[in-house]
């Protein structure tokens, strides 16, 4: 696309963990903001949704203050709905290797058009 600023990169490296103190206890962490913005690919606007990340740990926690930092780097990104599931879910897994994991985006209207994007996953061995 023309004139279109140049994206900046999602910045993985500002993920921190914490050592999960109660490792055997199943616990929900459920994680939720409506302030996650990244921008369209196409058109330089930006897109906005509701984001909620929802784990059960293994042997580390996602440091909260790391990941607000993480997921505002999203903010000045071009990338579409589906990858951006798809690059939060990945980065998280390699972070904390929790034994589920579960992503949902939902983005506000635009256009008349409001999407849905999730993705989750059970570590193997684990049911």
Known sequence: MKNMPEFTKVSKKLLQAMP??????????CIETDEFTCLCPWTGLPDFAHLKIQYIPNKVVVELKSLKMYLQSY????MV?????NSIIK???ELLKPKQIYVELVFKIRG???TTVSAGSIKEGKK
């Open 81 to 85: 709905h589906e990858s951006v599931v």
């Open 75 to 78: 903010r000045m990104v071009g």
């Open 91 to 93: 980065d998280i897994k």
């Open 20 to 29: 999960y103190q109660y490792v055997g206890n199943n616990i929900n962490v």
């Open 112 to 114: 008349g058009i409001t």
